[in-house]
T-cell receptor, first 114, second 112 residues
């Protein structure tokens, strides 16, 4: 069973701090990785995706991928109360013959204190 | 405005009734997906379609059915065979297989 693991949280950080969200995955051959944000009662929205080892920055968000260690992380700089949400990590595993199934983690709840 | 729409936002049904959830997109995406989310849980894939007139079962397809007669539309029917249908249902689309997914606003189904 291919898995994506996230700490459920809640992760609590003060306003203005850096929030660090982590995700590990079991399939070493995974090729693409996604972060989604989901506010309570709403649908997920895409934050960013990353395919290559290293960092990818988009505004206050940085995704970090380390395929050798099988983890992907999301850093949120200058955290704001409006960033309080559940963050979902998603991974496309290898071995997709006959299927195209993205695997989602259960999410980490982030709470930014004003 | 391009996007994905789902209707209705809230749906209430009696046990034993079939119900169809609508999903429409005008993003010109080939791939479409249906997920189910239960409180405090992750997303579980019900069905997906990579192209018109073709679809595949996901991890929890029992008690559900879909059709993909048009590129823009991917309706999901929750049948009376689904033992625990009360959940938040999410439709998504993607511009390519295994690409990033864009979600509709969801339909919250309650069956009593």
């Amino acid at each position: 069973q291919k898995e994506v693991e996230q700490n459920s949280g809640p992760l609590s950080v003060p306003e203005g701090a850096i929030a660090s969200l982590n995700c590990t995955y079991s399939d070493r051959g995974s090729q693409s990785f996604f972060w989604y944000r989901q506010y309570s009662g709403k649908s997920p929205e895409l934050i960013m995706f990353i395919y290559s080892n290293g960092d990818k920055e988009d505004g206050r968000f940085t995704a970090q991928l380390n395929k050798a260690s099988q983890y992907v992380s999301l850093l949120i700089r200058d955290s704001q109360p409006s960033d309080s949400a559940t963050y979902l990590c998603a991974v496309n595993p290898s071995g997709q013959a006959g299927g195209f199934k993205t695997i989602f983690g259960a999410g980490t709840r982030l709470f930014v204190k004003a | 405005d391009g996007g994905i729409t789902q209707s209705p936002k809230y749906l209430f049904r009696k046990e034993g009734q079939n119900v169809t959830l609508s999903c429409e997109q005008n993003l010109n995406h080939d791939a479409m997906y249906w997920y189910r989310q239960d409180p405090g849980q992750g997303l579980r894939l019900i069905y997906y379609s990579q192209i018109v007139n073709d679809f595949q079962k996901g991890d929890i397809a029992e008690g559900y059915s879909v059709s993909r007669e048009k590129k823009e539309s991917f309706p999901l029917t929750v049948t009376s065979a689904q033992k625990n249908p009360t959940a938040f249902y999410l439709c998504a689309s993607s511009p390519r297989p295994l690409g990033e997914q864009y979600f509709g606003p969801g339909t919250r189904l309650t069956v009593t």
